[in-house]
């Protein structure tokens, strides 16, 4: 199994503590992340973990694009429809970063329920090879300009959770989908990164599992290290 673990990127030991006493009305927690990323696949829980993340830290919430007229075509015919629903999601979502720039947001920390780059994701799978060619042109002209979050969550779901959560997900296409999450955050070296292994952990529901959650991001600390949250909340602390 998978646990929690926590990539720290070069730039972290010069970060400086956002939540602290004067930001957060928990005066002991004391996050390093100015910008916090909830990512996983449909059914982890991405936005209610978000929501109840920002609650908990007094941080402003961002949330994802959550329409796109491509959409019901694209569940009927996925073939025919997939490039333009995949550039109206791109494109919105970089009409979102205007909003994750302006200073007074950073002032008092920001939480997103997206990852810029979760579109790649799901292009790389329903985007044909002339598609994906033009689509990665695309994405590489905007994805310059996009505002990397300081820590990305990615909540991790085993195939066979991600199913019964989704049942209108094709099961097939949503082990795809799970391999191809797991795939690329592993890869991911451009932020921290905290992959939480979420089959059994609610934190938008459940008060002990955010604390969990607030306990392993406090846990990442301004030094670079390696954290890992295992079942049960016990995390160990790697140096790189």
């Given at each position: 199994?998978r ?29 390093d ?25 007094g ?15 694209f ?92 049942p ?34 609610s ?7 955010m ?30």
């Amino acid at each position: 199994m998978r646990y929690a673990t926590v990539f720290n990127a070069p730039h972290g030991a010069n970060r400086s503590p956002l939540f602290s006493s004067s930001f957060s009305p928990y005066h002991d927690t004391v996050i390093d992340f100015r910008h916090i990323a909830v990512e996983g696949v449909p059914g982890a829980g991405k936005t209610g973990t978000a929501a109840a993340l920002s609650k908990r830290i007094g941080a402003k919430l961002v949330l994802d694009v959550d329409e796109n007229p491509f959409l019901p075509e694209f569940h009927a015919d996925m073939e025919s429809r997939s490039f333009q629903t995949q550039i109206f999601f791109l494109l919105s979502r970089y009409g979102l970063e205007s909003e994750l720039r302006q200073p007074e947001l950073f002032d008092a920390g920001i939480v997103t329920d997206y990852f810029f780059d979760r579109d790649a994701i799901y292009a790389s799978l329903t985007l044909d090879e002339a598609e994906m060619t033009l689509y990665r042109s695309i994405f590489a002209l905007l994805g310059a300009r996009r505002t990397l979050p300081d820590l990305v969550v990615f909540l991790q779901l085993s195939v066979a959770e991600a199913r019964r959560r989704k049942p209108d997900i094709e099961p097939a296409f949503m082990k795809l989908l799970t391999d191809a999450y797991n795939d690329y955050f592993f890869a991911w070296s451009g932020t921290p990164l905290l992959v939480v292994q979420a089959d059994h952990f609610s934190p938008a529901s459940n008060d002990e599992d955010m604390e969990e959650l607030v306990r392993a991001i406090e846990a990442q600390g301004p030094v670079s290290r390696t954290v890992h949250l295992a079942a049960g909340g016990r995390i160990r602390q790697d140096k790189r």
